[in-house]
């Protein structure tokens, strides 16, 4: 199994409103990643975990809040955004390990949120 | 500061004909480049990388060349094909100990035409 799936494909909420992004791999794969990625622009790191531990948080504003309930899963939980807020957002995993596999991230197909 | 740079927004590319699209970097310390392709609404799908300690790898109809001493990576397709369109990213990375971080450039989006 070579993928990352992510959940759900679209999600629109409103300013108040408290959701959730599921991400979820089976390769083994202890590294695992959130981007942000907006139209015509390249992806944007916000949180990496390795090891079910954060280990990067890219100055991402609170209201995106990310959790990794075990070495397969990664959530990311949303409250209060702003319409800026709206963009594809993409799960990603990597082995983790140094050298050459361990730098090739897979991506999921991403999660487009709109805030209305 | 872009640490990664991609200054072609976009490549026109007849069917058949070698498509190459153009990468440089600033920072010597980066150990692997990466090449990602991504569809509109899709995420980045992963092509092809290169070590830092080489300067060519192929895959099938794509190949990286990499120019150490230039700063400069390239990624070549032959013989490119319409189903070849798509926005193609530059990344790089340098493993420390807080995780893989890729670095990715601003993308060219690649039109193959029949």
């Known amino acids: 199994d070579t993928e990352v799936t992510q959940t759900p494909k679209h999600l629109v909420m409103g300013m108040t409103n408290k959701k959730s992004l599921k991400c979820e791999q089976h390769?083994?794969?202890?590294?695992m990643y959130w981007y942000k990625q907006k139209a015509k622009k390249p992806p944007e790191l916000m949180f990496v975990y390795s090891y079910e531990k954060l280990s990067i948080n890219e100055s991402v504003p609170s209201r995106f809040s990310p959790e990794c309930p075990n070495s397969s899963l990664l959530n990311l939980h949303l409250h209060a955004l702003q319409p800026e807020d709206s963009a594809l957002y993409l799960c990603a995993s990597s082995q983790m390990t140094s050298g050459l596999l361990g730098n090739e991230q897979f991506f999921g197909p991403g999660t487009r949120l709109t805030v209305l | 500061d872009q640490q990664v740079k991609q200054n072609s927004p976009s490549l026109s590319v007849q069917e058949g004909r070698i498509s190459i699209l153009n990468c440089d970097y600033t920072?010597?310390?980066?150990?692997?480049f990466l090449w990602y392709k991504k569809y509109p609404a899709e995420g980045p799908t992963f092509l092809i990388s290169?070590?830092?300690?080489?300067d060519k790898n192929e895959d099938g109809r794509f190949t990286v060349f990499l120019n150490k001493s230039a700063k400069h990576l390239s990624l070549h397709i032959v013989p490119s094909q319409p189903g070849d369109s798509a926005v193609y990213f530059c990344a790089a990375s340098g493993w420390d100990n807080q995780g893989g971080k890729l670095i990715f450039g601003q993308g060219t989006e690649l039109s193959v035409k029949p």
């Open positions: 290169i070590s830092s300690i080489k």
């Open positions: 390769m083994g794969h202890r590294a």
């Open positions: 920072n010597s310390m980066f150990d692997y």
